[in-house]
């Protein structure tokens, strides 16, 4: 099984075959051990028995052949004896099998001298068999004559089974006996000694599937112990992750660091649904105030559109009166020329006295014209006035307004800010909830900057106005005083008409008035040019006003912008939050 299918299995299959590795592989290890360790000592047991029989036989030997140094009995009816008792008496040729000695059912002994002659043997008695050998060319007699001639040992090959072509393993065991010159040999086939192995090897196969079984089914008890618990809340982390946070009561039983993960992801499940509603509630009140405070910047745009569109005539009107009053004062100029000549051509105002009658009664028309466009004119500057103060208490209305935005401003950072804090705290179910209230906080920022920046073009507005209402009394004074003095200079015109009629008797009056008059003509043009200058002052002002004015709508737009970003902001957290089902 590669890591790829095995990353595939669910923990309660992980958990169950790396726990029947650990019950299986240790299991296999100790009836491994065990077997070995059994089948090692069995074999050894054998190894001895087969050892003692023949010490056995050596032992008879030894007893018998002091029998015959005592005279008790010949050499040769010792070794006779010896033979029945290891075999049997023979007859024909052959001696029976003593199954009185234990060597295994196919078990025997047999006499070997130092040439290989089988001195006794069950059917070989009498054979020469030093030249036998194996099926593996292995000369086994030769071998066990020499085991025997150095001390004694055990001799191991394979050997053909009774009526039988299998060969299977025999193990003989050689002494030699100095006194005869006999090879004592006791031979067996290792499988005649194999029951009681295999009965321990059944015993131990039946010893360790009973322990597999058991494990197992312990195994599977822990398995579902552990798995269940987490199937349980991986279920509910699939429903809220599809957005379901009304699931039911989470119960786990373990006390353990599972059942702490359970009641972390309780808390988890309910600081989240709390989350969603007070997201959901917020963006609800954030969306009315949007559109509430959007409405209220649209009427006050439309307003400063209004100022804007009256500065701009205002300021229309100021350059038609400044250039109307520079033409005035043209010609106050001309008229102080001519009455200076007037003045220095008295003597000749007897012969010009008909032509000056005329130049007066222009004169009266082209005062009667000037009094009427400074009358005029001081209505203008009047409504200009009102105009000036009514934008004045405008831009406090709209610092009230842009106060409201900053509040409202910092309401939605604060909120953001709080919803960022508990997202963190939900880890990684939340981190979609962290990304919407960083931008929410974001705009909110950028809403009460562009706020600020609009409450300092108020306040720089403001200061503008208060300068022109300053402005626009102080020149509402000097048009009154213009108007007064043209009024004067018309009533002048008006004496200087009657006054040619009669200026052959009264030429010395009349040079003493033409004077008089030449520095009250030089007075007005003075008065007329600084109605001029003031006249394009008031124009420059309006003009600055009127681009004030288009900053600030501007603004208002900008503002406007960023409260449409975050209503639409709003509107997708409202989305977000309603998906989710409490």
């Known amino acids: 099984m590669n890591n790829k299918s095995l990353t595939k299995l669910t923990i309660r299959k992980k958990l169950l075959l790396f726990s029947l590795f650990l019950l299986i592989v240790p299991v296999l290890i100790v009836g491994t051990i065990s077997y070995n360790a059994s089948t090692s000592e069995t074999n050894a047991l054998i190894h001895k028995n087969i050892q003692n029989n023949v010490q056995m036989a050596l032992a008879l030997i030894e007893s018998l052949n002091q029998a015959v140094e005592k005279g008790a009995m010949t050499k040769e009816e010792a070794q006779e004896e010896v033979k029945r008792e290891l075999l049997g008496g023979k007859t024909d040729g052959k001696r029976p099998i003593n199954k009185k000695i234990d060597l295994g059912v196919n078990g025997y002994f047999f006499i070997l001298d130092e040439k290989g002659n089988l001195l006794a043997h069950p059917s070989l008695e009498g054979q020469n068999i030093w030249d036998k050998k194996t099926s593996d060319g292995t000369f086994y007699i030769q071998d066990m004559i020499k085991t025997a001639l150095n001390g004694g040992g055990l001799t191991s090959y394979m050997w053909p089974l009774p009526n039988s072509e299998e060969e299977a393993l025999k193990v003989a065991y050689s002494a030699y006996e100095k006194d005869w010159g006999w090879v004592i040999a006791a031979g067996s086939y290792m499988q005649d000694f194999n029951q009681g192995q295999s009965r321990i090897l059944k015993n131990i196969i039946y010893t360790l599937i009973s322990c597999f079984l058991v494990g197992l089914v312990f195994v599977i008890l822990f398995a579902r112990h552990i798995s269940n618990p987490l199937l349980v809340l991986s279920k509910q982390s699939s429903l809220i992750a599809a957005g379901d946070l009304s699931g039911e009561y989470i119960k786990v039983k373990n006390k353990d660091e599972i059942g702490k993960l359970g009641h972390i992801f309780l808390q988890m499940k309910q600081s989240l649904r709390k ?46 009166q400044a250039k109307n009053t520079e033409e005035s004062s043209n010609a106050m100029e001309e008229m102080a020329i001519a009455i200076q000549k007037i003045a220095e051509t008295s003597s000749y105002a007897l012969e010009a006295s008909q032509d000056t009658a005329e130049d007066a009664e222009r004169g009266n028309q082209l005062i009667d014209t000037t009094t009427e466009q400074m009358i005029s004119l001081r209505a203008t500057v009047k409504d200009l006035a009102t105009i000036i103060e009514v934008l004045s208490d405008r831009s406090l209305e709209i610092n009230s307004v842009v106060q ?77 005083n213009g108007v007064k003095n043209v009024q004067e200079t018309g009533e002048a015109f008006k004496r200087i008409f009657e006054a040619t009629r009669n200026v052959v008797n009264q030429i010395q009056e009349a040079s003493a008035s033409s004077e008089q008059l030449s520095a009250g003509s030089e007075q007005i043009a003075a008065s007329l040019q600084d109605i001029y200058q003031m006249s394009k002052e008031n124009a420059t002002e309006a003009t600055s006003i009127s681009g004030f004015t288009q900053n600030q709508i501007k603004s208002f737009n900008d503002v406007l912008e960023a409260m449409n970003t975050i209503s639409e902001m709003t509107l997708e957290l409202q989305r977000t939050a309603h998906q989710f089902k409490l």
């Open 404 to 480: 409201v935005i900053t509040e409202i401003a910092n309401q939605t950072n604060l909120l953001a800010l709080n919803a960022a804090i508990e997202a963190a705290r939900a880890g990684e179910s939340g981190r979609g909830f962290s990304v919407v209230a960083t931008e929410v906080r974001k705009l909110a920022e950028r809403s009460s900057e562009s706020a600020n920046q609009v409450s300092e073009l108020v306040l720089a507005i403001q200061d503008n106005i208060t300068f022109a209402v300053a402005e626009m009394k102080r020149s509402e004074g000097e048009v009154d």
């Open 275 to 320: 989350i969603v509603t007070q997201i959901s509630t917020s963006s609800d009140q954030v969306s009315e105030k949007s559109i509430e405070l959007s409405r209220s910047i649209e009427e006050v745009s439309q307003a400063a559109k209004q100022i804007a569109d009256s500065v701009e005539r205002i300021s229309l009107i100021a350059n038609t």
